[in-house]
């Protein structure tokens, strides 16, 4: 384990839930470069551009839209 005190975990989970959901879009998104045999050189640019984008989306944004899901919610 890295060891990263645990009042940054929420920055620890936004880099990773980013990563993962920007991959997946990213993917998604270059699936037309797979007929081509182009689908990794169109994945990786576009994926690292989508993460450098919603890291701060989702670091930001996650406190507020837990506070509405739990207004919108109940017990």
């Known amino acids: 384990m890295l060891g990263i005190p ?3 975990a929420h920055f620890v989970f936004g880099i990773l ?3 993962l959901t ?3 879009a990213a993917g998604v998104a270059s699936a037309p470069a797979l007929a081509q045999g182009r689908f990794l050189a169109q994945w990786i640019p ?3 551009l ?3 984008l919603m890291i701060p989306v989702v670091i930001f ?3 507020v ?3 509405l899901s739990e207004r919108l919610t109940r017990a």
Do not use: D, E, M
Request: charged share 20%; proline share 5%; glycine share 4%.
């Open 65 to 67: 839209l837990r506070r």
């Open 6 to 8: 645990r009042r940054y």
């Open 17 to 19: 839930q980013s990563g």
């Open 46 to 48: 576009s994926w690292l």
């Open 50 to 52: 989508a993460w450098a």
């Open 22 to 24: 920007s991959a997946i």
């Open 61 to 63: 944004a996650a406190p």
